[in-house]
């Protein structure tokens, strides 16, 4: 799977930064990797005890491998690109936070999606960012396959590389189907993790303004 990933990347930094022959090289070199995909989802259904060539499977294998040509996409994103030219000079001295902002990610340890939402603040210090560009952050580093802790840290890391602020939290609320589908199977449980930096690991009002925030009531 990384292997896939990767080489989609190649893809796309060959058609950014060469000539039409570099990009027909690594379109090649994608299609090659594609098929290789497409036996492997072959294989495993054979060794699930399906038939491949029935009705139902014979496209599956094509689907499942751009299915997750397209679910771990983060892996051809870079967070730099994906804020472009949106931050601005501006004095604002308060807190920013987008909450609630959608997040679909898989586990890397059963390759099973987990899924939630993501509360982001932070505290200018003289720069701001577009709202629109923190979801996409969040996008970035959830559509790889990952662990929620990593997720957290990687999102806030991201934002204080970006726009050096005053402080940044990020708090993100999961559900996840390797605990509700297999194993312990509880349907019910959610996993919340933390990511504080700055102001907001330093200073108690700040931390306790934006959990507050974070785990207010909805409308």
Known sequence: MPNM????????????????????????KSSDRMVEFENLVRKELELIGEDPS????????????????????????????????????????????????????????????FFGKAHIAYIPQGRIVGLSKLPRIVEVFARRLQVQERLTEQIAQAIQDVLQPEGVGVVIECEHLCMMMRGVEKQNSRTITSALKGSFKTDPATRDEFLRLAHGPRR
Do not use: N, Q
């Not at 796309?12 to 000539?19: D, E, I, N, S």
């Open 54 to 113: 029935r009705e139902g499977l014979v496209k599956t294998p094509e689907r499942v491998a751009k299915a997750m040509a397209w679910l771990t996409r983060g892996y051809e994103l870079d967070v730099a690109e994906v804020v472009g030219d949106a931050v601005f000079e501006e004095e604002h001295e308060s807190m920013v936070m987008v909450r609630d902002i959608e997040l679909y990610s898989m586990c890397e340890h059963h390759m099973l999606p």
């Open 5 to 28: 990933t990767a080489d989609i990347a190649a893809l796309h930094a060959a058609r950014k930064a060469t000539g039409p022959d570099a990009c027909e090289a690594e379109a090649g």
